[in-house]
């Protein structure tokens, strides 16, 4: 082994393993610092920003002129005495709740075409970025340009976002973002198998994925902060920190020259075919459904978290309330998921075992489901949030070490990572749709806590017949 400072091909491949020490100390620093950023943008952006700025364009386009004042926590709070037998509604009253209803479901089928489209394009994406950056030749090596270019093409989206007026433009903005975003994201999570020796594999993981988790948490109070003062005219804020870490990770923590790499000559046919080769071996499609399910419980249940505190709990909060309180809310579960990420990396490090911390993972993300479904209260989503907390930071850093474990093939790191960021973009696309397909049907959020506690049992079950790895 060798460190970046004096680090050579090994066996004619791109790729070194650090020593412990000063180098692999910079490269854990700088890598948790950019994952940070960009989870911030993720949190702050995706999680408040966008679904306030689609409540924003909707709101304006149901209750415009002498509408445009009314109290939709007054309305809430009437619907929940007519539906308790507690009052009766006037005719007037009556017309806002029809309006209500029908703005609630337009809020809710444009944030999840929003969000799912967004994703969509990026998992599609995500691949072919794996792909084109375990083949790309520069100085700077394989992974840096496609970081870079990420980063500039994030600020373009936010820009587009912060000034759109309208649900298409605010789509269009965020799709750029976030396929921006993960063209930073996936080489950068391609560089852990690059450099990292087997066995602190575990450690780099809980590092992401502490990286992960204070920024997500992070972003949501910055964009709450921001919000009570400047509505959703803070995008920019995001990307020019995401920018700035890019820019730093590449020049600090450098990747060798990939110049005098040799590759073989491939087809765009065989660049297609080469995506399902990881998915040909058995463990990692296992390993790989697992995750599309833990992610697609995931985002069933966060995709109206806003939403939720303002027209599931009782009593119902205000827009800017809500705001405040999601980011209070991811800011309870950071103890214990930041314990769980550190304690079971290290764990699953020393005993050799991942599928029992990822497996009791997504057994506790089902129960945690089973809270805000019997009590609709602040008090029950606190409950929720913090089991769910401790089981999705179990589960992002042991996953990530099990996924790695059974890459097929390390040479082609940056593909298979690909295809198992994939799988994130896959569930976090699919969740926003089928949760709005369960409001569409029930009218309502409260079914929607179900779902999520099916697919993440689900998940569990599909890791229980990985082999190569316990």
Do not use: C
């Amino acid at each position: 082994m060798s460190t970046i400072d004096d680090a050579a091909p090994v066996a004619g491949q791109h790729l070194f393993s650090y020593e412990r020490g000063s180098a692999m100390r910079r490269y854990m620093i700088l890598y948790a610092l950019t994952a940070l950023a960009g989870s911030a943008l993720w949190g702050g952006v995706g999680g408040v920003l966008i679904p306030l700025h689609v409540q924003q364009i909707e709101f304006a386009q149901f209750f415009a002129g002498a509408m445009a004042s009314v109290n939709l926590q007054e309305l809430i709070a009437l619907k929940a005495q007519i539906a308790a037998g507690a009052a009766k509604a006037s005719t007037a009253q009556q017309q806002l709740l029809e309006v209500m209803a029908a703005y609630e479901s337009a809020k809710g089928s444009s944030l999840t075409m929003v969000k799912s489209i967004a994703i969509g394009v990026t998992m599609l994406m995500q691949p072919l970025v794996g792909v084109a950056s375990d083949r790309t030749r520069s100085r700077w090596g394989r992974r840096a340009p496609w970081i870079l270019i990420g980063a500039i093409a994030t600020v373009a989206g936010l820009i587009g976002a912060q000034f759109a007026t309208t649900i298409l433009q605010l789509m269009l903005g965020w799709i750029v973002a976030q396929v921006g975003s993960n063209m930073v994201m996936g080489p950068l999570a391609a560089t852990v198998a690059d450099r990292m020796p087997a066995a602190q594999r575990g450690v780099m993981s809980a590092v992401a994925g502490v990286g992960l988790l204070v920024g997500t948490i992070l972003g949501m109070a910055v964009a709450s902060a921001l919000f009570a003062s400047f509505g959703v005219g803070s995008y920019l804020i995001f990307a020019a920190a995401l920018f700035v870490f890019s820019i730093v990770f590449v020049l600090v923590a450098r990747d060798l020259s990939s110049s005098s790499m040799q590759q073989q000559a491939a087809s765009l046919g065989s660049h297609l075919l080469s995506f399902t080769y990881a998915l040909r071996d058995l463990d990692f499609r296992w390993v790989w459904l697992a995750r599309v399910l833990m992610m697609l419980a995931y985002a069933t249940s966060a995709v109206y978290g806003i939403y939720m505190l303002q027209s599931y709990i009782e009593p119902g909060l205000t827009a800017v309330q809500a705001a405040k309180t999601i980011s209070l809310l991811s800011l309870a579960t950071f103890p214990g998921t930041l314990i769980a990420m550190v304690v079971t990396g290290r764990w699953s490090d020393r005993i050799k075992r991942r599928k029992p911390f990822v497996i009791a993972a997504s057994f506790l993300f089902a129960a945690s489901m089973i809270v805000p479904f019997l009590w609709p209260t602040l008090a029950a989503l606190y409950v929720q949030f913090i089991l769910a907390g401790l089981a999705i930071g179990t589960f992002l850093v042991v996953d990530q070490a099990l996924l790695i474990d059974v890459l097929p093939d390390k040479g082609a790191a940056g593909r298979d990572l690909g295809m198992g960021q994939f799988a994130i973009n896959l569930g976090q696309a699919l969740g926003p749709v089928v949760a709005g397909l369960v409001l569409s049907a029930t009218g309502g959020y409260r079914m929607i806590w179900i779902a999520a506690l099916l697919f993440a049992l689900l998940s569990a079950f599909a890791l229980m017949p990985v082999k190569r790895v316990r």
